[in-house]
Nanobody, 130 residues
């Protein structure tokens, strides 16, 4: 079965750090667009960070640039999101996701705008509060 399993969320104080992990099973991340998305209560899901499968660059939402770092380990079939200097507005359910994309399309930073990715993890809650 093809699936993603996210973990690592929790309660952290403002200014603190967390690292989210996402384990892939049934497929390898190599060749997929991969990313982290989040949804806060009452808000739409938004792209946080993603890695394009053609240029292999990582992209970030303006709100997290300089604070979050995405990485993937294809041999371990793992995706990570290192988060530092967390703010209350980072509170949300975080989802990892993967998609093969259109082979004729270079998504680049537009991977942040993707919403109908093929594979989604179940979400992990991040709460930033004192």
């Amino acid at each position: 079965e093809v699936q993603l399993q996210a973990s690592g969320g929790g309660l952290v104080q403002p200014g603190g750090s967390l690292t989210l992990s996402c384990a892939a099973s049934g497929f390898t991340l190599d060749g997929y667009i991969v990313g982290w998305f989040r949804q806060a209560p009452g808000k739409e899901r938004e792209g946080v960070s993603c890695i394009d499968n053609k240029d292999h660059n990582d992209y970030y939402a303006d709100s997290v640039k300089g604070r979050f770092t995405i990485s993937s380990d294809n041999t371990k079939k793992m995706l990570y999101l290192q988060m530092k200097d967390l703010k209350p507005e980072d509170t949300a359910v975080y989802y990892c996701a993967a998609d093969q994309g259109n082979p004729y399309v270079w998504y680049g930073s537009h991977c942040l705008l993707m919403r109908s990715l093929e594979i989604w993890g179940q979400g992990t809650q991040v709460t930033v509060s004192s």
